[in-house]
């Protein structure tokens, strides 16, 4: 058993600084949520997408990662996923209701998914990974590592939604900047 006191005098809650504010000089680690210390958002591949859509508004995030009973990762499903034109393609496809679309059928599967290694990301600044968002037309890019036996495992994510908060200001994927005083024009511009 633990101790405990009673509580008297002034005692106040603990109250977190807020997001700390980042530059594109900074180093991409800091913007990187680290799933070794956040519980993870999951789904399985055989739910419904509406149900997918209703856990994401729950969690307050974006994407989903699918995985099987194993925790074996099969893709990631984003609410730009649910909420645009891939169901309806899927629907006119295979003449099914809505609410029988699966998070199978419109994810991103596990063999188009790219990830930056934590080593890269460890030598990154955050101006590197707006790039690699702008480059590639993505909210979301994942960080892999490796265990100590070499097994693969999706350590962290990067999302432009939280890079934006850490920023203080909209970055538009619109643009392709490359470089870093292309980014930060127009991440001032805006």
């Given at each position: 058993m633990l101790p405990a006191q009673r509580l008297s005098g002034a005692v106040r809650v603990f109250k977190p600084a807020s997001a700390k504010r980042v530059t594109l000089e900074s180093?991409?680690?800091?913007?990187?949520?680290?799933?070794?210390?956040?519980?993870?958002?999951?789904?399985?591949?055989?739910?419904?997408?509406?149900?997918?859509?209703?856990?994401?508004?729950?969690?307050?995030?974006?994407?989903?990662?699918?995985?099987?009973?194993?925790?074996?990762?099969?893709?990631?499903?984003?609410?730009?996923?649910?909420?645009g034109e891939k169901p309806m393609r899927f629907n006119q496809d295979r003449h099914i209701k809505h609410s029988e679309i699966l998070v199978s059928d419109i994810m991103t599967p596990l063999n188009n998914l790219e990830a930056i290694s934590i080593d890269e990301v460890r030598r990154a600044k955050v101006g590197h990974v707006i790039a690699s968002l702008r480059d590639a037309g993505r909210q979301h890019t994942l960080v892999l590592d490796r265990d100590s036996e070499g097994s693969a495992f999706i350590c962290g994510i990067f999302s432009l939604t939280q890079i934006e908060k850490q920023l203080g200001q909209a970055i538009p994927l619109t643009e392709v900047a490359k470089t870093f005083a292309e980014i930060e024009a127009t991440v001032v511009s805006h």
């Open positions: 180093p991409a680690i800091e913007i990187m949520t680290d799933l070794r210390h956040s519980h993870v958002a999951t789904i399985n591949p055989q739910a419904n997408i509406e149900l997918a859509n209703v856990y994401m508004k729950q969690r307050g995030v974006r994407s989903l990662f699918v995985h099987n009973g194993d925790h074996t990762l099969q893709g990631v499903i984003t609410a730009t996923d649910i909420l």
